[in-house]
T-cell receptor, first 112, second 113 residues
């Protein structure tokens, strides 16, 4: 089915470990986004990529890096995981942000 | 900057009750407004949207009208069902944050039989 695919769905890390969250979309969208969702905080933008080859910081970028590998793929890397990064992470894509997003099903990350 | 404020929840209703979830926004320019729904264990899905003042978005019995004079986009449904239990997010796109959506904090809705 067309849409946004995130891997993995669940992950447990130890403090200090690194990992990469993968995201791919097959809708030929220009823009892609990474959000984190925490209880009572709504969704907060970590990084976004308005088009292939560009990335920009969002509201909460500290502790994260991103790569827009090509038009389809946008990965999020945690270099040294901290318990404060325990969250649900969502990737989204859009042809143009003013027209709304398509979201992936999320990655539930726990850092112990 | 742009911001979205939703009514605090959670909201608990009986089946067939009337639902209103309030949403107000702050933005410059002419933003588009959205409601997203998140069912348990899933990602967010677009429920409805409105792209200009006085537009009414509607889907699955839900409605919301873009009110520029009151900077509001309240979500309503005349008769809720148990299957409507979910988290609802109001969001704003455009304005000063072109290409990015700004989300409210979400409202948890629980509908009992």
């Amino acid at each position: 089915n067309a849409g946004v695919t995130q891997t993995p769905k669940f992950q447990v890390l130890k403090t200090g470990q690194s990992m990469t969250l993968q995201c791919a979309q097959d809708m030929n969208h220009n823009s892609m986004y990474w959000y984190r969702q925490d209880p009572g905080m709504g969704l907060r933008l970590i990084y976004y990529s308005a088009s292939e080859g560009t990335t920009d910081k969002g509201e909460v970028p500290n502790g994260y890096n991103v790569s827009r590998l090509n038009k389809r793929e946008f990965s999020l890397r945690l270099e040294s995981a901290a318990p404060s990064q325990t969250s649900v992470y969502f990737c989204a894509s859009s042809p143009d942000g003013a027209y709304g997003y398509t979201f992936g099903s999320g990655t539930r990350l726990t850092v112990v | 900057g742009d911001s979205v404020t939703q009514m605090e929840g959670p909201v608990t209703l009986s089946e067939e009750a009337f639902l209103t979830i309030n949403c107000t926004y702050t933005a410059t320019g002419y933003p588009s407004l959205f409601w997203y729904v998140q069912y348990p264990g899933e990602g967010l899905q677009l429920l409805l949207k409105a792209t200009k003042a006085d537009d009414k978005g509607s889907n699955k019995g839900f409605e919301a009208t873009y009110r520029k004079e009151t900077t509001s986009f309240h979500l309503e449904k005349g008769s809720v069902q148990v299957s409507d239990s979910a988290v609802y997010f109001c969001a704003l796109g455009g304005g000063t944050s072109y290409g990015k959506l700004t989300f409210g904090q979400g409202t948890i809705l629980t509908v009992h039989p």
